[in-house]
């Protein structure tokens, strides 16, 4: 099946730095790509949705400004959480959208900031 | 806005046994429904799914039928297996974005 890789795996940051997590999909092109932050007793919150070559959608609640996402191409994503505190530590997991109708997880990045 | 609910866990069964799973969600049009199972130290992948009314997805020996009258998707599995064991994540899919339920931790015992 199709393949979506997640980057980094692990990351540990001081408070107020910016931490960058990519989102690939490497054997086919996802013009829509999902960002999810799981929260400790599994839920997933859906916080944006990327769209290639346009300005991601955020759901309601979530701060833009503090979660950047660029969808540069039809095989990158990236979020960006900028001046991170801790309690953005979290599992933060994208997904690709094939014309299948099927939705391809990456790994999920767990954040954990100091 | 669109929403998934399903059954707090954790659920634990012995070998064997019968598996439900409810799950129910709200949705304007036509959405698409899904199951997604996260095994331990794995990220999320696609165990069925059904897309119109009146479908049965399978897989796995697991099914879920899409009931619209009752707006629900209940999985389902006759005799579970100690390899089950995971975190199940009900979906839905409409006007491009997918929504999850908050998943349902099974623990099965040998």
């Known amino acids: 099946g199709a393949v979506v890789s997640q980057h980094p795996s692990w990351v540990i940051c001081k408070s107020g730095t910016s931490v960058k997590i990519e989102c690939r999909s490497l054997?086919?092109?996802?013009?829509?790509m999902f960002w999810y932050r799981q929260f400790p007793k599994q839920s997933l919150m859906l916080m944006a949705t990327?769209?290639?070559?346009?300005?991601?959608?955020?759901e309601q609640g979530v701060e833009k400004d503090k979660f950047l996402i660029n969808h540069a191409s039809l095989t990158l994503s990236t979020l960006t959480v900028t001046s991170a505190h801790p309690e953005d530590s979290s599992f933060y997991i994208c997904?690709?959208?094939?014309?299948?109708?099927?939705?391809?997880f990456g790994e999920g990045s767990r954040l954990t900031v100091l | 806005g669109d929403s998934v609910t399903q059954m707090e866990g954790p659920v634990t069964l012995s070998e064997e046994a019968f598996l439900t799973i409810n799950c129910t969600y709200t949705?304007?049009?036509?959405?698409?429904l899904f199951w997604y199972v996260q095994y331990p130290g794995e990220g999320l992948q696609l165990l069925l799914k059904?897309?119109?009314?009146?479908d049965k997805g399978s897989n796995k020996g697991f099914e879920a039928t899409y009931r619209k009258e009752t707006t629900s998707f209940h999985l389902e599995k006759g005799s579970v297996q100690v390899s089950d064991s995971a975190v199940y994540f009900c979906?839905?899919?409409?006007?491009?974005?997918?929504?999850f339920g908050s998943g349902t931790k099974l623990n099965v015992k040998p």
């Open positions: 979906a839905l899919y409409n006007f491009n974005k997918f929504y």
């Open positions: 059904a897309t119109k009314a009146d």
């Open positions: 054997d086919f092109q996802a013009t829509t």
């Open positions: 997904s690709a959208y094939l014309y299948t109708g099927e939705l391809f």
């Open positions: 949705a304007t049009g036509y959405p698409s």
């Open positions: 990327s769209n290639e070559g346009s300005k991601a959608t955020y």
